[in-house]
């Protein structure tokens, strides 16, 4: 799910005072991993952000699920405070969108962009070292590149930057190929 509108605007909000945090106590290290890990066990278990952002569930309970949570992602301190803050101020449904903002914001202060890349096929380590290389020169930015394999696609690549999409899939041609065809008809 992406932020829109003042959605995007809270989530930039509580990004940057989550930096000012770890600027103040020297933490961007450990809080960015504490937020990658913790993303990830909410990606795995969408439920569990459902839970803690309902407000008919007893706020008790809400507290113990994400103090659970976060002992399982093994996040604690300032991450661990600033959920706590999120599931008081009724705000822990935008998390996804805080912990995207969260590194974009201390990725752009070192120059790195993250990138990822769909292909139909498994890259082999060559080949997203290629790709790193030639999105980095594109891009002007050291680049961090995820990949997932999406048969669909059938052939090619799809590669997302940011809110940006370059789609070079077989599929995307053909699906380009019928509307045109359409259109003449």
Known sequence: MSATGSNAAVARRY???LVELCDERSEQGPAR????RLAAV???????VDHLANPTVRGADRRALLDELLKHAGVDGTVANFC???????????FAEISAA???????RVGRIQAHVDSAVPLNDEVKQRLRAVLGKALGREVDLSTSV???????LRVRVGNTIYDTSVRNHLERLRARLLATV
Do not use: C, H, N
């Open 102 to 108: 969260f590194v974009a914001l201390l990725d752009e």
């Open 42 to 48: 909410f990606e795995a278990v969408p439920e569990s």
């Open 33 to 36: 991993a504490a937020v990658e």
């Open 150 to 156: 999406d048969a669909d696609l059938i052939g090619g």
């Open 84 to 94: 706590r803050l999120l599931l008081d101020k009724g705000r822990f449904r935008a």
């Open 15 to 17: 990004a940057r005072a």
